[in-house]
């Protein structure tokens, strides 16, 4: 009788993200009193469990061993030292700077959309206005022309869009191009629905240089607004792709940051040139 072994999760974390991984991520803290334990799951198999997580949405105490990932606990322990150490920040960073450098990313156009998900509670939560109130938070994702990720956030879901506005590309770093060309931390257009039809907004966006390509109330039909948005409304999609965002059972905004914003640099970086 022949007995089925069943093979190991596909990698999610490829070799051209480790590369950029690996020099990000901080020091060992020193052994107490120089005991060390058990020996140390490698940084790139914890990195995997971490996204093994939030790709299938599995619980952190079910992650099961078995996969080589380490314990739930070792993922989630090691997802906030990293987390406090500003690493899902800094590879997003990384991540764009080599698309940039690739001439990958089209910084002619960009578009600005959000989407609600329920939550079971905790920090940067609120009621939905939409799911008769109930808890929930929003995801603010800012996309180039193709519909890469450049920048996201997270609030309540009761949260105006418009608020995000500012916050959003305030917080955008400087982005390497390709040739001689200056960093860029702006796109010439930003694309919007209604939702971000406010003069706050449209003088922000005059006063960074930025060209308002956002319908107006009562005046922009839907048809026309679509033409260039629908990149956005897309990686949208593929963001609640990742099932442990889809439902929002982290109750703390430094695990659900560093939940997003892995799960934004994991679709940047399907577009990563090979080593």
Not at 120 to 144: A, F, I, M, Q, W
Not at 173 to 183: D, E, L, M, W
Not at 198 to 226: E, F, M, N, Q, W
Not at 259 to 264: E, K, N, T, Y
């Amino acid at each position: 009788m022949s007995s089925s072994v069943s093979s190991p999760p596909p990698r999610l974390i490829s070799d051209e993200l480790w590369v950029l991984v690996e020099p990000l991520i901080p020091p060992r803290r020193p052994a107490v009193h120089g005991r060390t334990g058990r020996p140390r799951t490698a940084d790139r198999d914890v990195l995997e469990g971490i996204a093994f997580v939030l790709s299938t949405g599995i619980g952190w105490a079910k992650l099961p061993t078995e996969l080589g990932y380490g314990s739930g606990w070792t993922c989630w322990r090691r997802m906030h030292e990293w987390a406090e150490a500003g690493l899902f920040d800094r590879l997003h960073v990384a991540v764009l700077d080599r698309l940039g450098e690739a001439g990958r990313l089209d910084w002619s156009r960009a578009s600005l959309d959000s989407v609600s998900v329920r939550a079971k509670g905790g920090e940067l939560t609120g009621p939905n206005p939409t799911d008769r109130g109930k808890r929930g938070s929003k995801y603010h994702l800012l996309v180039d022309a193709a519909g890469l990720p450049l920048n996201v956030a997270v609030s309540g879901a009761n949260r105006n869009d418009s608020m995000l506005v500012e916050p959003i590309l305030d917080s955008m770093p400087a982005i390497r191009r390709g040739g001689r060309g200056h960093p860029r931390r702006r796109p010439v257009k930003l694309h919007g629905d209604k939702g971000y039809d406010v003069p706050r907004v449209r003088r922000y966006l005059r006063r960074r240089g930025i060209t308002a390509r956002i319908a107006r109330i009562g005046r922009d039909s839907s048809a026309r607004l679509g033409r260039h948005r629908w990149v956005v409304e897309r990686t949208l999609g593929w963001l609640l792709s990742y099932k442990r965002l889809a439902l929002r059972y982290d109750r703390t905004a430094t695990t659900i940051t560093a939940l997003v914003r892995l799960a934004v640099t994991l679709i940047c970086a399907r577009r990563l040139p090979a080593n």
